[in-house]
């Protein structure tokens, strides 16, 4: 069975943001929710100063602390590694927020947000509306992509490969410095990578095997 | 927090402390506050401090609980996993103590005693009192939490209260009685333990991480240390350690009843105080690895 994962090229990441965006994009993300999110951060002092930019994302970890503490069973793990959330068993006790490490989830409070105050939705956030029924009071987080993948593999196509079926972050970084595909495949591009430029996963050391690598060199 | 800082250095968790997390906060407290108030004033079979226990641990605690889901309807799923989350064991625990509690109650009212149930009740109380300890010290992203000295600290503070609560309702109903004493002494052993604890649990937290050293220096020399130093120190544990200190000299009888009743509420507040200050200092760890500072 398949684990998809992805691996993002720090050397590469130019920092534009139009993952955020893609993503936001993709699944009609309400205003102030992002899914995946770009860190700058510096380090060192002047004039040593280092500037370091991490795209992050939800890390779908196979020892996933939010699946172990969602009291309801809203949070679990699909097959293929992917954690998905049932907004019609999620009663919003944010638990699996505060067990994720990462803090890449939110949660959905107010709808009644909208991108052009007092001027109604837009046609394309009413499609979004029916394609992506976010329920208020309820934890949301990125997916993968899985309706892209499912509808990819359903069609014979190749996650990571075939632009169809891989997640919209991925197709739209200009830099290219983003790779997806399967993590127990040797000859995958993404394990390729992870074996050749020694990737690594954020914060390892709190067991959670993250299907997101780093890669530096 | 500006927003660009956000994972990049210390993060604070919010959603259980700000907007509609302060229910969150409330919750925990009031719920071990009840359930060791009941604790307390079962062994002494002191019957308005169980119902006093019972109703805050109920209504008030179980209320906020619930007050505080995103979808409160849906709380009857929240019994499905206790296999692995410590907040679906919390509310069997709660559910179960509040269902034999009463039935203890009721047949205390009606002066009949069942022994096994009434071990029973106050199992289930102590599993309520240790439930918000646990179901937070094993979130490993926040060190400031992920001790197993919190679930110790917040089991003590949650009896302490309670004992303070019985201690309350016993001054309510007029003189100090023989009861009234050894409620007293249990308030004054739990109160040297809380606050050795309290000592204990900081220096612990503060030498086991980099984040965790933030939170403690953020609690006790930074931002929060007027409300440490103030609340939890002085009105929460100086304060009932005064009141014991004089009680010793002068006995208990001659302690005026005003300074009872400032003990009392100086540990409660104290207690209240320390959970807020817990809560709102849960920092986890920056996602770019070198930015641990």
């Known amino acids: 069975m398949a684990r998809w994962g992805m691996v993002i090229d720090l050397n590469r990441c130019i920092g534009c943001y139009a993952c955020m965006l893609a993503c936001k994009q993709e699944h009609f993300l309400p205003p102030a929710v992002f899914w995946g999110r770009v860190l ?34 809203a949070t679990t793990k699909r097959e293929d590694g992917v954690i998905i959330i049932d907004y019609d068993k999620c009663v919003g006790c944010r638990y699996c927020m505060m067990a994720c490490p990462y803090q890449q989830r939110t949660f959905y409070a107010n709808d009644r947000k909208q991108y052009f105050p007092d001027q109604g939705l837009t046609e394309l956030e009413v499609l979004g509306k029916q394609l992506h029924p976010l329920q208020k009071g309820t934890v949301i987080k990125c997916n993968f992509c899985l309706e892209r993948i499912d509808e990819g593999l359903r069609r014979g196509l190749s996650p990571g490969m075939d632009r169809e079926a891989t997640p919209a972050c991925v197709n739209a970084c200009p830099a290219k410095a983003r790779y997806f595909g399967d993590l127990n495949d040797p000859t995958s591009e993404v394990s390729k990578l992870i074996a050749e430029k020694k990737g690594f996963q954020l914060h390892p050391e709190f067991g959670t095997n993250p299907s997101v690598y780093y890669v530096v060199r | 927090m500006k927003p660009y800082e956000w994972m990049v250095k210390c993060t604070p968790q919010t959603e259980w402390i700000e907007r509609r997390g302060i229910l969150f906060w409330l919750a925990f407290f009031f719920i071990e506050l009840g359930a060791g108030a009941f604790f307390i004033a079962s062994f002494f079979n002191i019957v308005w401090g169980m119902v006093i226990g019972w109703l ?72 309520v009192i240790i439930y918000g300890g646990f179901a937070m010290c094993c979130i490993n992203g926040i060190p400031l939490w992920n001790t197993g000295l919190l679930p110790v600290l917040y089991v003590v503070a949650g009896i302490w209260g309670g004992a303070e609560l019985t201690m309350g309702v ?38 086991s991480s980099v984040t965790g050293d933030f939170s403690v220096r953020e609690i006790v020399g930074r931002r929060w240390k007027p409300l440490f130093w103030i609340g939890v120190v002085l009105v929460g544990i100086m304060i009932p350690l005064g009141v014991v200190v004089s009680s010793y ?45």
């Open chain 1, 40 to 73: 700058i951060g510096e380090t060192g002092k002047y004039p040593a100063v280092q500037k370091q930019t991490y795209p992050v994302l939800c890390n779908h970890c196979e020892e996933a602390a939010c699946v172990e503490v969602c009291p309801t069973g």
């Open chain 2, 56 to 127: 805050i641990c109920g209504l008030l605690g179980g209320g906020l609980h619930l007050l505080y889901l995103g979808r409160p309807l849906r709380f009857l799923r929240m019994f499905l996993r206790p296999q692995s989350s410590w907040i679906s064991r919390g509310i069997i625990f709660v559910t179960v103590f509040l269902a034999l509690g009463l039935i203890h109650i009721v047949l205390t009212f009606l002066d009949t005693r069942i022994f096994s149930l009434f071990v029973a009740t106050n199992i289930f109380a102590f599993l």
């Open chain 2, 170 to 207: 016993i001054l309510t109903s007029g003189a100090l009685t023989k009861i009234g004493h050894s409620v007293e002494e249990i308030t004054r052993v739990l109160l040297v333990f809380f606050a050795f604890l309290v000592v204990v649990y900081f220096i612990a937290v503060r030498y």
């Open chain 2, 249 to 293: 000299t002068l006995a208990l009888e001659r302690i005026p009843i005003a300074l009872l009743w400032l003990s009392i509420f100086g540990g409660l507040l104290g207690d209240l105080v320390l959970r807020y200050l817990i809560l709102k200092n849960g920092f986890y760890s920056p996602l770019i690895p070198s930015q641990a500072t």
